[in-house]
């Protein structure tokens, strides 16, 4: 038992995945998205994650922390289906939609199941402008009217959008670009979004505003998020609950209030450790992450 786990204990406190009851527990209904012990090696010799296990329970906002190289991203394509082209291959585990395997099913089914990913990089096409970027998401919709308010709500959600609709994609600011990838996301009309690294790049005020539209998008449209972030304040300040990556593997997980009070997230994730200079303090610092270890 690591000394995170055990100072929980000694608490009274257990750390329990959201939508799996335990003892004591009312049984919960079965969560939309359950990952369990999956295995992900890219070209058949890296192990970049192991015995990953995690729920998205319907209509909750999920985060997935770590620093950069945990396996967040891997973890997030497993799911979407979108490991091939970097010739990942799922090896063990089994993702599974509202009870059904889905670990074996491609990319574009699984956008038609619900699942919509929003990749790190604000992934647009530059040469087109908002309002193509996001008829051009639209394609599997076919349904001309549909298209027109898609697009609309879109533009309800993101302004800013509505406003360079005739500008080329690639002339907006970074805030802007991000938008667009959520709204290009958006125009398939998914039931659970992810997101990957949507603070990435972007000045804190940007960074407010995109997380509160997220958060109106999940209240309102009852779209779950599976979120991942290096920024953990910003992160667990819109989650309900939230899992912690680090070297490939999920180290701990538990409600977003509580890890927020956990002293290790504090002091290596929610800035409460800035300050050490000296060796002694570093070698402190490498005492207390051995949880992680």
Not at 11 to 19: D, H, V
Not at 204 to 213: D, M, S, T
């Amino acid at each position: 038992m690591t000394d995170t786990v055990a100072r929980a204990h000694e608490a009274g406190k257990t750390f329990a995945n959201p939508g799996v009851s335990g003892a004591g527990q009312a049984a919960r209904p079965a969560p939309l998205l359950a990952v369990h012990n999956v295995e992900v090696i890219y070209d058949k010799v890296f192990l970049a994650i192991k015995g990953v296990s995690l729920e998205v329970p319907e209509g909750a906002i999920v985060a997935l922390l770590g620093s950069n190289g945990a396996g967040k991203s891997t973890t997030l394509k497993a799911i979407s289906g979108l490991l091939g082209p970097e010739r990942g291959q799922v090896t063990k585990g089994t993702v599974r939609w509202r009870g059904q395997d889905i670990t074996r099913l491609s990319p574009p089914a699984r956008v038609r199941l619900g699942i919509a990913q929003v990749l790190e990089g604000r992934r647009v096409f530059e040469h087109l402008t908002p309002e193509e970027n996001l008829i051009a998401a639209s394609t599997p919709i076919g349904n001309a009217r549909r298209v027109r308010e898609l697009v609309q709500m879109v533009y309800d959600y993101f302004p800013r959008l509505y406003e360079r609709r005739n500008a080329k994609a690639g002339y907006l600011s970074g805030g802007e670009q991000q938008m667009l990838a959520i709204g290009r996301a958006l125009m398939a009309e998914p039931r659970l979004l992810l997101l990957d690294e949507p603070s990435l790049g972007l000045a804190p005020v940007l960074v407010e505003e995109i997380f509160r539209i997220v958060q109106r998008i999940n209240q309102e449209q009852g779209v779950s998020v599976l979120l991942v972030e290096q920024n953990a304040r910003a992160a667990l300040d819109v989650a309900s609950y939230g899992y912690l990556m680090e070297d490939g593997r999920v180290r701990m997980d538990g409600p977003a209030e509580v890890l927020k009070a956990n002293p290790d997230i504090q002091e290596f994730y929610l800035g409460g450790g800035a300050g050490r200079t000296s060796y002694r303090d570093v070698k402190h610092y490498r005492r207390r992450k051995r949880w992680l270890a």
